[in-house]
């Protein structure tokens, strides 16, 4: 029994999240129509979802645990060869990367779902629908995904050419022995759309579910009133000016004085543009926990009209953590030996029927449900938030170049707003997020606890910082305008290295893995340097350390801004406002106000 029939209501997930998350769900559909059906769904005002088959089935059948690193860019590329060795075979009428898509009715949601097929041809016996896995090590099974997805591939051919029965082949290649191993199986079309239309009915179920909640919401924050009795002096002028700026999409910069009630006059309008369909979720950023904190409270305060915004506080994964007894920066997750990472997906679908349930995830409550489902609390208020209306958060989450939620923002254009409290800090934190450093003393220890090969790989970027310091021996601090390119370049190296071992061997030596992390922090900022930046070389008898600092944040934190329906910063100091809105966003539409304190002078 697979997990969809456990869970016959479970979770929902965007695009996305199918990447990150691996889900699962059932239910009935009435009718399968072709993808020129679209329009005129559409004209019946229902929400159109896209995802891929190869996500769709890996939501089917959920499995796996947290913690492991995989080195994608080199398994991409290998994947790409050996995929390209099969497709490239003499066989007669061959097609690879054919293009399968139809479209799914529910009662909320029109489904699309499309996917490439790597390779389908005919022979003496009939149609084969070819499915090339690479793998890192063998396997002597199918894996219940891949199967999934071929079987995918296959009814959706059927339909398109109206065929009864073909042939579905799926092939596993290892990729460090070479060897192959090939499973075929004979079906028809009727076996393929009773199995497939429970997975595909169980996705678009949840779905369904998920977009109830959001028209329902709507319909009450159309009634919702403000929390308290009266506005006071200046909330209006800042709840209107907010409204207009989601409205128009621009960028709002607002002063207003401590006392004036920022946070209820900037929440409520944010809502009603919820409840008008001009933003579809709101991003309540802060600096400090006492801001999230007045931010969950006047969520809180919302929600006792009966309004049900689902509302969750994301909590540092190292403060959360179950596991973390050394209050490290970034928690050391073993998949083989934490109990809450051990099977997450498996176990997660049961944790997330709790948004049908609930609609405040507070810290204690997100840990409260990790404990009963024995599950990772910080990947689990990570994977509540994709379902919520609001989030609470801290800048990182939206701006940080390595710690931003890539499920929201790693997609381009999106219908969120940004609602940041305590503006004025953004400017220090902004430079702090897209800055980076690394140390010679740092791989130094690691050298001396490492053995070979990747004691080599730290061996040679050791030897730029040691170049580095011979060139500017009579020097303790310098700045640069240009980083140094071959100490980047080494450090390039020493990631494709490291991904190597991964491929290889499975997994990182637990003393590299933050190192690892480092490294890829370094290059990323690395890959964004500009005019805007600046390179401090420190020098001394014990060490060396190159740090790239952001001195104009303004370019990083507009590409990120650009791509949001909308962002209101707002602080009680934001004065000179021009200087903020150089150095937060200098060529985006904005405007700006400034409100009087609502409190006597005297």
């Given at each position: 029994m697979n997990l969809l029939q456990k869970l016959p209501h479970f979770s929902c997930l965007n695009v996305k999240l199918l990447l990150i998350l691996k889900n699962k769900s059932i239910f009935y559909l009435t009718k399968v129509f072709n993808t020129k059906h679209i329009n005129s769904m559409t004209e019946r005002a229902k929400k159109l979802l896209k995802i891929n088959i190869r996500n769709l089935a890996e939501i089917v059948f959920a499995e796996g645990s947290?913690?492991?690193?995989?080195?994608?860019?080199?398994?991409?590329?290998?994947?790409?060869?050996?995929?390209?060795?099969y497709q490239t075979r003499p066989i007669a009428g061959y097609q690879n990367e054919v293009s399968l898509c139809r479209v799914f009715d529910g009662d909320y949601i029109i489904l699309e779902i499309s996917g490439k097929v790597d390779g389908i041809y005919s022979d003496v016996n009939g149609v084969h629908i070819e499915e090339i896995k690479t793998m890192r090590v063998g396997t002597?099974?199918?894996?219940?995904?891949?199967?999934?997805?071929?079987?995918?591939?296959?009814?959706?051919?059927?339909?398109?050419?109206?065929?009864?029965?073909?042939?579905?082949?799926?092939?596993?290649?290892?990729?460090?022995?070479?060897?192959?191993?090939?499973?075929?199986?004979?079906t028809t079309r009727e076996k393929l759309e009773s199995e497939c239309m429970q997975w595909i009915n169980a996705y678009l179920q949840w779905n369904d579910k998920n977009e109830k909640h959001r028209i329902e919401l709507r319909t009450n924050l159309e009634k919702m009133q403000f929390p308290f009795c009266n506005f006071r002096k200046g909330q209006r002028d800042l709840s209107k000016a907010v409204y207009c700026s989601i409205r128009d999409e621009a960028v709002l910069f607002a002063e207003a004085p401590t006392g004036t009630g920022k946070t209820a006059a900037v929440l409520f309008p944010a809502l009603k543009a919820v409840s008008e369909n001009l933003t579809e979720k709101i991003f309540?950023?802060?600096?400090?926990?006492?801001?999230?904190?007045?931010?969950?409270?006047?969520?809180?305060?919302?929600n006792s009209n009966s309004l049900n915004i689902r509302w969750i506080s994301l909590t540092a994964k190292a403060k959360i953590c179950f596991t973390n007894e050394n209050d490290s920066e970034k928690p050391?997750?073993?998949?083989?030996?934490?109990?809450?990472?051990?099977?997450?997906y498996v176990k997660l679908p049961e944790a997330l029927n709790s948004i049908f349930t609930e609609n405040a995830f507070s810290r204690d409550r997100i840990e409260f449900i990790a404990k009963k489902f024995q599950i990772c609390p910080f990947e689990l208020s990570l994977d509540l938030s994709l379902f919520c209306d609001l989030i609470i958060c801290d800048y990182n989450y939206a701006f940080d170049l390595s710690s931003k939620l890539k499920r929201f923002f790693s997609f381009g254009k999106t219908n969120h707003t940004f609602l940041i409290d305590e503006a004025h800090n953004m400017i220090d934190r902004a430079r702090a997020m897209f800055s980076s450093e690394i140390k010679k003393s740092r791989v130094m220890e690691l050298k001396k606890e490492t053995?070979?090969?990747l004691k080599n790989v730290l061996s040679m970027l050791n030897s730029e910082f040691i170049i580095l310091k011979k060139q500017y021996s009579d020097s303790l601090n310098i700045c640069e305008i240009s980083p140094p390119d071959s100490l980047i370049k080494s450090a390039r190296k020493c990631?494709?290295?490291?991904?190597?071992?991964?491929?290889?061997?499975?997994?990182?030596?637990?003393?590299?893995?933050?190192?690892?992390?480092?490294?890829?922090?370094?290059?990323?900022?690395?890959d964004h340097y500009s005019a805007s930046f600046r390179t401090i070389i420190k020098i001394s008898s014990i060490d060396v350390v190159i740090s790239l600092n952001c001195i104009d944040p303004s370019d990083e934190i507009q590409e990120i801004l650009k791509n949001q329906k909308s962002a209101v910063f707002f602080s009680a100091t934001l004065s000179p406002s021009e200087y903020y809105k150089k150095l937060l966003a200098p060529s985006m539409e904005s405007i700006s106000i400034s409100l009087n304190s609502p409190f006597n002078p005297d």
């Open positions: 947290l913690g492991s690193i995989s080195p994608s860019g080199i398994s991409a590329q290998l994947g790409i060869e050996i995929h390209l060795k002597e099974e199918i894996k219940k995904t891949h199967l999934a997805q071929l079987k995918l591939y296959g009814f959706f051919y059927s339909l398109e050419k109206n065929i009864d029965s073909l042939f579905l082949d799926l092939i596993y290649y290892n990729r460090s022995s070479g060897d192959e191993k090939i499973f075929s199986e004979e309540y950023l802060t600096a400090k926990n006492a801001g999230a904190e007045t931010a969950e409270k006047t969520a809180a305060l919302f050391d997750c073993d998949s083989e030996k934490c109990p809450y990472s051990l099977d997450y053995s070979a090969p990631l494709r290295e490291f991904d190597l071992f991964i491929e290889q061997h499975g997994k990182l030596p637990a003393h590299i893995v933050n190192f690892y992390w480092e490294l890829i922090e370094f290059t990323t900022i690395a």
